[in-house]
């Protein structure tokens, strides 16, 4: 498709800036506070038609731990189009565009929240994993959970931030949260309150940031933002905390970034059927320099393997030609001219699910459309499935 000549994209200025504010008013259709929030630590680009801006995002050059490592990240943000520009795939430009300057930064991934999965595909990105919230009534937490012996203390403190750090690495997709994300997060919710909770004479083992929404039809219910827990006790006790607001509070609500993808809620309760799940649209993924980002990335101290991969475009440029090479924890990814002979065939979206570890077996990888010999898919889904994808911040 030709590019619009009559459309520019720029770097907002501050005029600009208020522009794309009130234009992201409009296209949502209430304010997004999160553009005046993060203004201080984004990179802002508009597109201009006539002058006038016509849409607008924010990118944050915030790492992202992949298999226990940091990578350079660029994690977009508010994005929008002036509804009587929809259409026209101006979206597709943007997105670039909006990328460009933070891949000279040095982001090598990127990642988005967005409920245009359909589109998000058709652009190469891919969603690594489901997300649910989770909605559990404080009685049934009261009942289930009554773990004690660990002393809880208002207030975040550096041992727990370190402890939320070590935890975030043993995920695929978190955050290597920046120095402004708890003044962010108390802007965003000024209720927000934190939790950490110990062993007697011990370092943390959980932190716990709670919030209460005041408009639901329950009339009020307790949200948690965050629930880091380094062991099942400490997970059991923050439940059981949760259960003592019983008596004023009928709901505990995870928001959908709330909860590790982990059993243990729903395999202790009396009642499981008692919780409710709401799935939301899922973070993307996408993969913006294969061999940097393989590189950067961490991988088990135990593999030594050599692999032929051919990874397909989606949006129509040719296949690319890698070899894979992983030893003593870690990868290459090299381009090679070689023709012929036994390899794997993924496209760039199930590269980034595969990269994220949302393989967790070679028969789920080959449902998904990856090709190949099954013992050679297995051994590639072994390379990313020891930590699952997990994106606890919404931005």
């Known amino acids: 498709m030709p590019e619009d000549a009559s459309l520019t994209v720029v770097e907002a200025d501050d ?10 008013t409009r296209s949502y259709g209430h304010r997004v506070a999160d553009i005046a929030r993060l203004r201080p630590r984004a990179d802002a680009r508009v597109a201009l038609r006539d002058g006038r801006v016509v849409a607008g995002g924010i990118g944050l050059l915030v790492p992202q731990y992949f298999g226990g490592q940091p990578v350079p990240s660029a994690s977009l943000a508010c994005g929008c189009v002036a509804p009587e520009e ?42 690594p994993t489901q997300v649910f919230s989770w909605a559990v009534p404080t009685d049934e937490l009261k009942r289930t959970f009554d773990e004690t012996g660990f002393e809880i203390t208002y207030g975040p403190t550096r041992p727990a931030h370190r402890m939320q750090r070590d ?39 959980g ?65 499981a ?4 799940a709401r799935t939301w649209h899922p973070w993307m993924l996408r993969i913006l320099d294969l061999p940097q980002a393989v590189r950067l990335r961490g991988w088990p101290e135990d593999l030594d393997l050599t692999l032929p991969l051919d990874v397909v475009c989606e949006t129509g440029a040719a296949t690319q030609r890698y070899v894979l090479q992983i030893t003593r924890g870690a990868a290459e ?42 013992q050679e898919i297995t051994q590639l889904v072994r390379a990313t499935s020891d930590r699952e994808p997990w994106l606890p911040e919404y931005f």
């Not at 929809?86 to 979206?91: A, P």
């Not at 000279?104 to 969603?127: C, K």
């Not at 012929?340 to 199930?350: K, V």
């Open 15 to 24: 005029a600009r800036w208020d522009e794309y504010n009130s234009l992201a």
């Open 167 to 205: 935890l975030a690495a043993l995920w695929n997709g978190p955050w290597q949260r920046p120095h402004w994300w708890e003044s962010w997060q108390q802007d965003e919710h000024p209720d927000l309150t934190s939790y950490r909770f110990n062993l007697p004479g011990e370092e943390p083992a």
């Open 273 to 276: 059927g008692s919780v409710t």
């Open 86 to 127: 929809r259409g026209s795939h101006l979206w597709v430009r943007m997105v670039d565009e909006r990328l460009r300057p933070l891949q000279e930064q040095g982001a090598v991934l990127a990642t988005a929240w967005s409920t245009s999965t359909g589109y998000g595909n058709r652009m190469g990105w891919a969603a």
């Open 333 to 374: 990814l090299a381009p090679t001219a070689s023709e012929g002979g036994r390899s794997l065939t993924l496209t760039r979206r199930q590269f980034a699910i595969w990269y994220a570890g949302g393989y967790r077996t070679a028969a789920a990888a080959a449902l998904a459309g990856v090709h190949g010999d099954p």
């Open 207 to 271: 932190l716990l940031s709670l919030a209460f929404d005041h408009h639901v039809p329950e009339g009020r219910q307790l949200v948690v933002h965050d629930f880091w827990a380094a062991t099942s006790r400490a997970a059991a006790a923050m439940f059981a905390f949760l259960g003592r607001y019983n008596s004023r509070i009928p709901t505990v609500a995870f928001q959908r970034t709330g909860l590790p993808p982990v059993p243990t809620l729903l395999h202790n309760l009396h009642r």
